[in-house]
């Protein structure tokens, strides 16, 4: 499987006229390459288009010149031809020593040649996992040192039933077996590293003269849900190492309100249900994947809200929402994160092609939401008539709920764009 596209090309351009590139895999077809011509005169590589398409290639050019491309029709082909460059002020420019690609095919685009995904790629894994399975060994040494402080924070853990944090947790569904050489008891394990995944904070930390990432459990400071127009922030105090929460500048806490910091930013329902086991109807930064040609425009979608400013001023609409107006919120901004936009600079819109789209994009909305078996009515209905249901069962409903009414605001966002579009 293909997690991560890497094209690397280490330094400029070396060309050789020679017929030394054969070796490259996979139906490489390449005339004379586009990728070389900002550092080739139009004499050399003249008007000749590069068509390249390859899964896997890892060539490595030694620095006598192994040639990675071959031309098509070698003007030369004597031995000592085949070594000798093209211009020798090419020398002065470097050699190319090292060029991979991996899941990715060249090929004409709208703004020249392009790279191009050749298969889906799935989102890449988070690279703090092993952080998680080394806090969770940590964590439960911990709680098996006799007369020790994480006993007593313990107690204020949720229980296996009650922790929701793994809930959608592919990333470990193959984990048990590991675990088992890990721990004497899986479910333990798995407890633990929900409690890891779910509590640890990650900070930059200076030792001595080193500015190094670590992530800490913090007892009590670890019981602050998650908002994302939050009141507090995690702060660590360099001069004397210390860990701080913060109150956000300039915002009021009234007596009795509940103090919340932002997790993360930028996470998908999806990861947010992986890693801390909730989800929320006004993620802005959920995503819908729309599948059709149908583009609105942005500052006239953005208008209709009276919203304006640079994305991340985008969350909160102030004004609106003084006047009681909660419409605006993060489905909003999420709505305009994730519809197709005809990109800045484009055409100014016209209110009829702004209203065909927008009705094509609510109709995806719908076909999305009818493949659901339950509505969202009855997903509320679900929740509000069994007060008893296991925390992990309310917490998938909810996700599941979440989506929908998320897929609804975005309806509705448009209904609202279609009637107060401008002409
Ligand atoms: C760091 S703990 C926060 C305190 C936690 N409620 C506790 O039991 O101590 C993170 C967990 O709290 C819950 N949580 C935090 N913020 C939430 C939110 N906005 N909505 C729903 N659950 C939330 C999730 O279960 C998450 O895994």
Same mark, same amino acid.
């Given at each position: 499987?293909?997690?991560?596209?890497?094209? +690397? +090309?280490?330094?400029?351009?070396?060309?050789?006229?020679?017929?030394?590139?054969?070796?490259?895999?996979?139906?490489?077809?390449?005339? #004379?390459?586009?990728?070389?011509? *900002?550092?080739?005169?139009? #004499?050399?590589?003249?008007?000749?288009?590069?068509?390249?398409?390859?899964?896997?290639?890892?060539?490595?050019?030694?620095?006598?010149?192994?040639?990675?491309?071959?031309?098509?029709?070698? +003007?030369?082909?004597?031995?000592?031809? *085949?070594?000798?460059?093209?211009?020798?002020?090419?020398?002065?420019?470097?050699?190319?020593?090292?060029?991979?690609?991996?899941?990715?095919?060249?090929?004409?685009?709208?703004?020249?040649?392009?790279?191009?995904?050749?298969?889906?790629?799935?989102?890449?894994?988070?690279?703090?996992?092993?952080?998680?399975?080394?806090?969770?060994?940590?964590?439960?040494?911990?709680?098996?040192?006799?007369?020790?402080?994480?006993?007593?924070?313990?107690?204020?853990?949720?229980?296996?039933?009650?922790?929701? &944090?793994?809930?959608?947790?592919? =990333?470990? &569904?193959?984990?048990?077996?590991?675990?088992?050489?890990?721990?004497?008891?899986?479910?333990?394990?798995?407890?633990?590293?929900?409690?890891?995944?779910?509590?640890?904070?990650?900070?930059?930390?200076?030792?001595?003269?080193?500015?190094?990432?670590?992530?800490?459990?913090?007892?009590?400071?670890?019981?602050?849900?998650?908002? &994302?127009?939050?009141?507090?922030?995690?702060?660590?105090?360099?001069?004397?190492?210390?860990?701080?929460?913060?109150?956000?500048?300039?915002?009021?806490?009234?007596?009795?309100?509940?103090?919340?910091?932002?997790?993360?930013?930028?996470?998908?329902?999806?990861?947010?249900?992986?890693?801390?086991?909730?989800?929320?109807?006004?993620?802005?930064?959920?995503?819908?994947?729309?599948?059709?040609?149908?583009?609105?425009?942005?500052? &006239?979608?953005?208008?209709?809200?009276?919203?304006?400013?640079?994305?991340?001023?985008?969350?909160?609409?102030?004004?609106?929402?003084?006047?009681?107006?909660?419409?605006?919120?993060?489905?909003?901004?999420?709505?305009?994160?994730?519809?197709?936009?005809?990109?800045?600079?484009?055409?100014?819109?016209?209110?009829?092609?702004?209203? *065909?789209?927008?009705?094509?994009?609510?109709?995806?909305?719908?076909?999305?939401?009818?493949?659901?078996?339950?509505?969202?009515?009855?997903?509320?209905?679900?929740?509000?008539?069994?007060?008893?249901?296991?925390?992990?069962?309310?917490?998938?409903?909810?996700?599941?709920?979440?989506? *929908?009414?998320?897929? =609804?605001?975005?309806?509705?966002?448009?209904?609202?764009?279609?009637?107060?579009?401008?002409?």
């Amino acid at each position: 499987m293909v997690s991560s596209i890497l094209l +690397q +090309q280490s330094i400029n351009c070396l060309i050789y006229n020679n017929q030394l590139g054969k070796n490259l895999k996979n139906g490489l077809t390449i005339s #004379k390459p586009n990728l070389m011509q *900002k550092c080739t005169s139009s #004499k050399r590589i003249g008007g000749i288009k590069a068509r390249a398409s390859f899964d896997t290639i890892e060539t490595t050019l030694s620095s006598t010149g192994f040639p990675l491309f071959q031309t098509e029709s070698p +003007q030369e082909d004597t031995l000592a031809s *085949k070594f000798e460059l093209v211009d020798p002020e090419f020398i002065k420019m470097g050699f190319l020593r090292d060029v991979r690609t991996y899941g990715v095919e060249f090929r004409e685009g709208p703004n020249g040649m392009g790279v191009y995904a050749s298969r889906d790629i799935e989102p890449t894994r988070r690279a703090k996992k092993d952080w998680d399975l080394r806090m969770t060994c940590l964590l439960l040494y911990a709680f098996e040192c006799e007369k020790n402080f994480w006993q007593l924070y313990y107690d204020f853990l949720p229980s296996a039933e009650e922790c929701t &944090s793994l809930l959608l947790a592919t =990333e470990h &569904s193959a984990m048990p077996l590991k675990v088992k050489r890990l721990a004497r008891e899986p479910e333990r394990f798995m407890w633990a590293l929900s409690m890891a995944q779910s509590r640890q904070i990650g900070f930059k930390i200076r030792v001595g003269s080193l500015v190094q990432h670590a992530n800490m459990l913090a007892p009590y400071a670890d019981m602050l849900s998650h908002s &994302s127009q939050p009141n507090c922030f995690f702060h660590w105090r360099f001069k004397d190492r210390m860990f701080v929460v913060m109150t956000i500048a300039g915002r009021r806490v009234k007596k009795g309100e509940e103090m919340t910091v932002n997790y993360t930013n930028g996470m998908r329902n999806n990861m947010l249900m992986q890693r801390y086991g909730f989800s929320t109807p006004a993620n802005p930064w959920d995503v819908i994947p729309f599948s059709g040609n149908a583009k609105i425009h942005l500052d &006239s979608f953005l208008s209709a809200f009276n919203i304006c400013g640079s994305p991340k001023e985008y969350y909160h609409n102030a004004k609106l929402a003084n006047e009681g107006d909660n419409f605006v919120d993060g489905a909003v901004i999420a709505a305009a994160r994730t519809l197709p936009m005809w990109s800045e600079g484009d055409l100014p819109p016209v209110p009829s092609l702004e209203i *065909k789209s927008a009705k094509a994009l609510q109709e995806e909305c719908q076909e999305m939401l009818a493949e659901y078996s339950t509505t969202s009515e009855q997903d509320q209905h679900i929740l509000d008539s069994s007060p008893e249901m296991s925390w992990t069962r309310e917490a998938a409903i909810k996700y599941r709920l979440h989506r *929908k009414l998320f897929l =609804e605001k975005v309806i509705q966002a448009l209904d609202v764009y279609q009637d107060r579009i401008l002409f």
